[in-house]
């Protein structure tokens, strides 16, 4: 099969990913055979491709954020048919037995792994993923505009139910992208005012396209305090900005998997008044069923920039340098 894999971990500038010839991929017990038909690009494929994610295994596949059809299953699968439209998101498999998972907590599970870290992922023709992972998804909407829901859609939702944003509350976004551009219309379908600060003036012009209430600079403040706040851009910068433009009993989220320095943080400035910190881990599968159970209600506008297949290293490169409106996806028939 046709796949690209990181080759070299290092900066996008050195071209760490390789277009290269794999074996087709064999389902193992459990695993369905997955035809890709598009794969969204990640900024955490970006971090694995530059080293800031640390590779766990040579010349992976990346890519997460997978639909295509159930192309063969493998030994004592139950699984959707061959044919059937699935997706594959990030969360590849969990223990099933530790605290952690029997209390609902399968994303913090010590024995997790992930698509495209662990295992190959969707830059590829055909990749293998568990039938207990995949998600439905629906056959009358386009692969392009499903692919970015399926991580970027996802791992938002999570960060929102981590922020703890009561209804009709005042939301600010921080950095604007694929997740953030998804979670910001779900908020706003929910009832919630959003403020985006973001440094990219294409990004702050589609953010009031969508609904945004504001949109300014990364490092401005918000036109009101916030009851809630997610971070997306991976600047540890940024945390003493959102903590300090939070209200009292505020909470900020950071939703990604890396982010740079955090500063020296003032207790009574950003902290004191009950203000919350937190991390996201990864998601549940729970969360993902309820995201798109959300997407299919409130129909989100998905904005995408497509590339074909074989562009899948100047795709990473755009995302790199802030060049990709919304999401940017992988087409297998581009």
Known sequence: MDAWVVARPG????????????????????????RVEACAVCRTDLHLAEGDLPPRRPRTVPGHEVVGRVAGLGPDTQGPPVGARVGVAWLRSTCGRCRYCRRGAENLCPE??????????????LLTAPAAYVYPLPEDVPAETLAPLLCAGIIGYRALVRADLPPGGRLGVYGFGASAHLTAQIAIAEGATVHVMTRSAAARELALRLGAAS???????????????ILFAPVGDLVPVALAALDR???LAVAGIHLTDIPVL?????LFQERTLRSVTANTRDDGREFLRLASLHHPRVTTTPYPFAAADRALADLAADRVEGAAVLLMDG
């Open 11 to 34: 900066p996008v500038a050195t071209r760490p990913l390789e277009r290269t010839v794999l074996p087709d991929p064999v389902p193992g017990p459990g695993e369905l055979l997955i």
């Open 112 to 125: 997790s792994t992930y698509t495209g870290w662990d295992a190959d992922g969707g830059y590829a023709e």
């Open 215 to 229: 949109a300014a600079g990364s490092a401005d403040p918000p036109p009101e305090p916030l009851d809630a706040a």
């Open 249 to 251: 009993g505020g909470t």
């Open 266 to 270: 003032n207790y009574q400035r950003h």
